[in-house]
Nanobody, 119 residues
Framework: VQLVESGGGLVQPGGSLRLSCVASGNFFTINTMGWYRQAPGKERELVASITRGGRLNYAGSVKGRFTISRDNTRNTVYLQMNSLNSEDTAIYYC??????????????WGKGTPVTVSS
């Protein structure tokens, strides 16, 4: 299973970006999908997650600014990021919990897409 993120880049404070992550490969079901981020010198942290049924979870620091969504028909998860500030600068990683021939609930990660918020 491969996860490929896109949509990162350089944005000014107060701006917006939309990240996408597409899953491909041999699997039965994608369960929870999520976005994590890792800033320089910091540990990776959960940004937001969404179950297959649409239950949402957000980190407190992004509530009201970021929106996670998914399209199960396209095996894609999105992260709409608004009102970005310098604290949001990080590498953003997509994560998926997958049921596949090797087993159930196997976690996969993308390689990450960088987001830089700077004027």
């Amino acid at each position: 299973v491969q996860l490929v993120e896109s949509g990162g880049g350089l944005v000014q404070p107060g701006g917006s970006l939309r990240l996408s992550c597409v899953a491909s490969g041999n699997f039965f079901t994608i369960n929870t999908m999520g976005w994590y981020r890792q800033a320089p010198g910091k540990e990776r942290e959960l940004v937001a997650s969404i179950t297959r049924g649409g239950r949402l979870n957000y980190a407190g620091s992004v509530k009201g600014r970021f929106t996670i969504s998914r399209d199960n028909t396209r095996n894609t998860v999105y992260l709409q990021m608004n009102s970005l500030n310098s604290e949001d600068t990080a590498i953003y990683y997509c994560d998926a919990d997958v049921d596949e021939p090797r087993g159930y609930g196997i976690a996969y990660w993308g390689k990450g897409t960088p987001v830089t918020v700077s004027s």
